[in-house]
Structures are given as C-alpha cells and as structure tokens.
C-alpha cells in the first residue's frame, strides 16, 4: 500500500462521517439550539426533554426560540414585564414554569394557552401583577402561585381565581393592595365574603335606574309644559273669536269646529 492509498482509506469515512453530522445538524436545528442566556440540558430519563434555565439572565422578554421539546422552563429573576399572547402555546411538554421575580404586570386572556394539559405548576409570584383577565388560568390544571404581587381585588379576578384548579391555595395568598371595596384594602383575598360581581353589577343597575328616572322627569315636564302652551293659545283663540262681530247663524249650519276644541281644550 502506498502513502496515498492509506490516507485514502482513512479519509473517506471521515468524510462521510462529517458529511451526515452536517446533514443531521441542519436538519434537526431546533434540537441543537438553546436560547441565548440560558441553559439547556437532556433528561436522562423519559420523556427525554429539556430543562431550559435561564434564571438572573437580565432578559426583558420571554425568549421566542424556546426548543418545542423544553420540560422545565426557569425564566424567574429577570426583568420580564410581559407574557404575549399564546407565548408558551409551542411546548406541548412543558410542565414546570417559573416566572417569579420578574415585572409581569398583567396577564391577557391566552397567556397560557396550549398549557391546559401539560402544566403542573406555574410560578408567578414576586411580579408587579395588578390584575389578569377573567379567563387567564382557566382550563390550567397547573398549581398557580401568585403570592406578592400588587394585586387589585376586584370582579375579574374573583372569576379567574373562580376558574383555578387549586383555586383555594391561591386565593388564601392573595393579599389585595388596592380593592373595589374600601376596607379591604390590604386584607387577604379569602377574608373577603362579599361578590364583587354582584357589586358591580349592582352599582351599574342603579345608574341605569337613575338615567332611567332622569329621562322620565324630562318627558313629562315636556308634555306638561306642552299641554300648558297650547292651553293659553287656545284661550288667545277664542278671545279673537268672540271678539269678531257675530252674525246671524243659520238654524242648520254646524257650530264653527275650532270653537269646539278650544271649549275641549279648556
Ligand atoms: C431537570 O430538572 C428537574 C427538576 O428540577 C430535575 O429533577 C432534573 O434532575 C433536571 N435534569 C437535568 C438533566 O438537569
Ligand atoms: C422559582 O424560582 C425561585 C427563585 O427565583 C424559587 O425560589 C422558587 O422556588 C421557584 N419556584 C418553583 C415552583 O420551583
């Protein structure tokens, strides 16, 4: 064998070798790439998937090239201040996510959608969250904790509690900053026995019923007013009508019809 023919032999496998790592790499990106500023390692054990850490990594967002197969996602002690619409619905095997100590100020109705069956806890707490909407948790089978947050204890967020699988754990930890009620400002959610619904609705039925009555006292000060006006034409009417020279009137000729009204009217 010459030198040459050795580093044939050597080469080409090499080469093919290299040729499919590049072919399999180009096809499968997805199971290659970790978002920038965090961390992703492989389960050892089934189902195989991803815990994605990206933990204290000054992000401002939540990263948009997350791997579809991520099991575990920790984004908490960033500076995320909002949870897009539908922004986990690609990851179908997520089951833990924590977001606590972040700026998330309010949560839309399908921040989580894609999560209802997958998720087994989610962590929001030590967030800037105010209020979410009514629906935002609602199909998640996930244990919710939303502890320190500015909570404002009002009717959506009695309905999205309502909406909670651990409803209860969550609610005994929600402390209200500000409320639709004054004296229960600063009083945890579950001391609080009175529907905010209802009270709600209430007040706007009694705007209504005012508006209502307003629109009333208008109507018939018009028609009083009305009645009132035709009344002293009619008077000026008949003054002029007595007032003209009368003439003899025929035994057949009916009474003049104005006449007639105005003594009505009168
Ligand atoms: C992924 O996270 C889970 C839960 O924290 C942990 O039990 C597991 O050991 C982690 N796996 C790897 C590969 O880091
Ligand atoms: C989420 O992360 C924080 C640290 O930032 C940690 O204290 C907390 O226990 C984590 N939550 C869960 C549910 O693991």
Redesign the pocket.
Known sequence: MTPLDLWLSRSIPMCLLLQSLVLMALCFPSASMCPKGCVCQRAEYPPYGLNVTC?LAELKEIPSDLPADTVLL?L??NQIHAVPERAFQDLRMLR?L?L??NSVETLGESAFVGLETSLE?L?L??NRIVSVHKDAFARLKARV?VHDNPWHCDCALQQALGGMAHNHEAAARVLCRSSELRDQEGRPFLAVDADLCNLARRTTDYAMLVTMFGWFAMVISYVVYYVRQNQEDARRHLEYLKSLPSKPRKPDEPEDISTVICALLL
């Open positions: 933990s920790q908490d002690r833990r924590n606590s100590h806890l962590d707490s030590h904790l």
